[in-house]
């Protein structure tokens, strides 16, 4: 589920449609449309969600087209996927909101026309704008607190005057204002919460640096309870920024062993499990932050050990959705399903013949073999791995090298095998992206797996690290 301030300049190559409800004198229902052009596409089908809940799919037409019409939907935040990528895009009853994109430059090529078009437009307008200026908050980390604040406090001031005069020149409800701020708010507030770990690490400073007393106060600002935020990215993201902090500080003041954190992953985040609980009352957000705590602990232990047991009962106790209950309990088996010399996991996968072959077949009896992983979203690790796997392969004669391409259409996975003169031999096609991740625990990009004659020697490795 990263531009430049300006959007780029496309034009809608399609004539706009408008759908309109049958009325009668005591009730009136509004459809929304919701459709688009996708340039160079990626694969078939968009879907469209809503939070965490799937609303529709749509084929593509032979013009690359797709088309929502929707009846009596709740107003707020969708998200549309086109795999690899998704975007959000903001539904209200009663839009006619066509979209168009070019899958080379999937973010910065979206443009909205439309009745709705005018926040969609500025969501994008401020994503972009955020990432360009997130490089940029890099060099300030280093300075003293005071001036690092200045510099935050100037960009958030220059985008809500940005805000205000979008504001002024289109007629919003409060709750389209209040998603827009949102969008410059939290993406900002992000770097005060990274600002005492990326400072002390970026001077090298022995201890924390002392911040004034009204260093967090923007912290009076957040909004706990507002479930149109709650799946929206740079909300959610400062989440659990703002509970890391929290969980670190409290553990530093109250768990010290010699001025230090306890630096036990279980201490820490039955830390962050218990603020989330005691500060946090809306169902969704609480759960889904519990789901995030589990994740990224049990992903950072990769031990099935007594404490992950614990610590997932702690987990299951809290938490009110039983799918992510479901979804710790299948990650905690993986984990113990990839330790060394246990058997691999059973997955089938296409070969450049559109054959399917099992990851067992594929495990070399006499050599050790890699697993490694793919995508043609992330061009640029894709070009660095195969020049890595092509120096580890001499470096490692006695290795079998294995990629694996994900969340890609299969004839793309095929035109760039042959575009990079791939070994068709060692290339295999994964369709289920969700089941081989959660069978190989695809936590990175440079995660792989080394295993031999279908054992697996160690399910944790790392292609740059671990060879």
Not at 359 to 368: G, I, M, R, T, V
Request: with cysteine; net charge negative.
């Amino acid at each position: 589920m990263e531009g430049s301030l300006h959007m780029v300049k496309f034009l809608l190559g399609l004539t706009l449609l408008f759908v309109f409800s049958c009325s009668d004198k005591t009730e009136q229902q509004s459809t929304v449309f919701f459709g688009g052009e996708i340039v160079n596409p990626t694969s078939d089908y968009v879907v469209l969600y809503h939070n965490d809940s799937y609303v529709d799919s749509v084929k593509l037409d032979d013009n690359n087209r797709f088309a929502f019409n929707l009846d009596s939907i709740d107003e707020g935040l969708y998200h549309f996927d086109h795999a690899p990528e998704l975007q959000y895009v903001y539904l209200q009853q009663g839009d006619s909101l066509l979209a168009r994109l070019n899958t080379v430059e999937f973010d910065e090529s979206l443009v909205y026309s439309g009745t709705g078009s005018e926040i969609n437009n500025f969501l994008i307008e401020m994503f972009l704008s955020n990432e360009k200026d997130n490089d940029a908050v890099q060099d300030f980390y280093p300075l003293d607190p005071d001036e690092f604040s200045r510099k935050i406090d100037s960009l958030r001031a220059l985008k809500l005057e940005h805000l205000e005069q979008f504001a002024a020149d289109n007629q919003l409800s409060e709750r389209v204002l209040d998603m827009a701020k949102a969008s410059i708010d939290y993406d900002l507030y992000i770097n005060k919460e990274k600002y005492p770990f990326f400072h002390k690490k970026q001077t090298g400073e022995v201890a924390f640096h002392d911040l004034p007393a009204n260093f967090y106060d923007f912290r009076k600002n957040i909004d706990l309870d507002n479930k149109d935020f709650t799946y929206f990215r740079p909300y959610f993201d400062y989440m659990k920024w703002h509970f890391g902090n929290l969980a670190y500080m409290t553990c530093l003041d109250n768990c010290t062993t010699e001025g230090q954190p306890v630096s036990d992953r279980l201490h820490f985040n039955k830390h962050k499990l218990t603020l989330v609980d005691s500060i946090v009352k809306q169902n969704n957000l609480r759960d889904i932050l519990f789901r995030n705590i589990a994740i990224d602990y049990l992903l950072k232990e990769h031990n099935p050990s007594e404490e992950c047991r614990l610590f997932i009962d702690k987990f299951q106790s809290l938490s009110s959705n039983e799918e992510h209950k479901e979804e710790i309990d299948l990650l905690y088996k993986s984990i113990k399903n990839l330790q060394p010399n246990t058997t691999l996991p059973n997955l089938a996968l296409r070969d450049a013949d559109d054959h399917e072959v099992s990851l067992k077949e594929l495990a070399n009896d006499k050599k050790n073999t890699v697993f490694y992983f793919w995508t043609a979203s992330q061009m640029k690790h894709f070009k660095n791995v195969n020049q890595h796997i092509t120096e580890l392969e001499k470096k490692y004669p006695h290795y079998n090298f294995v990629g694996i391409n994900l969340r890609t259409s299969y004839s793309q996975w095929k035109m760039l095998m042959d575009e990079y003169h791939l070994d068709k031999t060692k290339q295999y096609y994964g369709e289920n992206f969700k089941e081989i991740q959660m069978a190989m625990i695809i936590d990175g990009l440079n995660k792989c797996v080394i295993a031999k004659d279908t054992v697996v020697i160690d399910g944790f490795a790392d292609l740059y690290k671990s060879l």
